[in-house]
T-cell receptor
Framework: DAGVIQSPRHEVTEMGQEVTLRCKPI?????LFWYRQTMMRGLELLIY????????DSGMPEDRFSAKMPNASFSTLKIQPSEPRDSAVYFC????????????FGSGTRLTVV | AQKITQTQPGMFVQEKEAVTLDCTYD???????LFWYKQPSSGEMIFLIY??????QNATEGRYSLNFQKARKSANLVISASQLGDSAMYFC?????????????FGQGTTLQVKP
């Protein structure tokens, strides 16, 4: 199993540009989570999906952020327009509902908005 | 209100000694799960250990053990025989409602440095 795959690993973009982060969860996992990590705020949950349906998006900072999960093997997190304060590491994680604890994280995408 | 509190921003330990990383939590649920993750400098999040609120015994995984004190709402991580490779950031996390899958809420983390 390749684990949770995120792309790109690093992204540098200019303020105002659209940014799309991608995630492929582990096959068979029912849940997918998007987290953001910053020095100031730590690890925050942005949104999570169950069977491709968004369940809780209360952590999404504002309308500039959107997330989709068109099928069980792919999710995107889009920021449009991007701002310097969006600079962070964005993690995707997935989990099967068959276990209580099997949250697997991807390697993260380090986003820098200049 | 802070749900997960890690009061030690940074810790030092001598190689081969044991170290305890503190974690307290706040929940009104009777059923919940507690987790510890390790984040080395390379940035990935590595799952270490899990404790369910109804588990009677403290969880152990190799050199890691979780000192679960339910009445005090604490879930401290004990690393025995520290190794240089244990130097990393450690996060405590909680999922409320143990029987249902839900989001993990993380503490602010503790940076551990192992001295040779």
């Amino acid at each position: 199993d390749a684990g949770v795959i995120q792309s790109p690993r690093h992204e540098v973009t200019e303020m105002g540009q659209e940014v799309t982060l991608r995630c492929k969860p582990i096959s068979g996992h029912d849940y997918l989570f998007w987290y953001r990590q910053t020095m100031m705020r730590g690890l925050e949950l942005l949104i999570y999906f169950n069977n491709n349906v968004p369940i809780d998006d209360s952590g999404m900072p504002e309308d500039r952020f959107s997330a989709k999960m068109p099928n069980a093997s792919f999710s995107t997190l889009k920021i449009q327009p991007s701002e310097p304060r969006d600079s962070a590491v964005y993690f995707c994680a997935s989990k099967s509902q068959e276990t209580n604890y099997g949250y697997t994280f991807g390697s993260g995408t380090r986003l820098t908005v200049v | 209100a802070q749900k997960i509190t890690q009061t030690q921003p940074g810790m030092f330990v001598q190689e081969k000694e044991a170290v305890t990383l503190d974690c307290t939590y706040d929940t009104s649920d009777q059923s919940y799960g507690l987790f510890w993750y390790k984040q080395p400098s390379s940035g990935e999040m590595i799952f270490l250990i899990y404790q369910g609120s109804y588990d009677e015994q403290n969880a152990t995984e190799g050199r890691y053990s979780l000192n679960f004190q339910k009445a005090r709402k604490s879930a401290n991580l004990v690393i025995s025989a520290s190794q240089l490779g244990d130097s990393a950031m450690y996060f405590c996390a909680m999922r409320e409602r143990q029987s249902n899958t839900g989001k993990l809420i993380f503490g602010q983390g503790t940076t551990l440095q192992v001295k040779p």
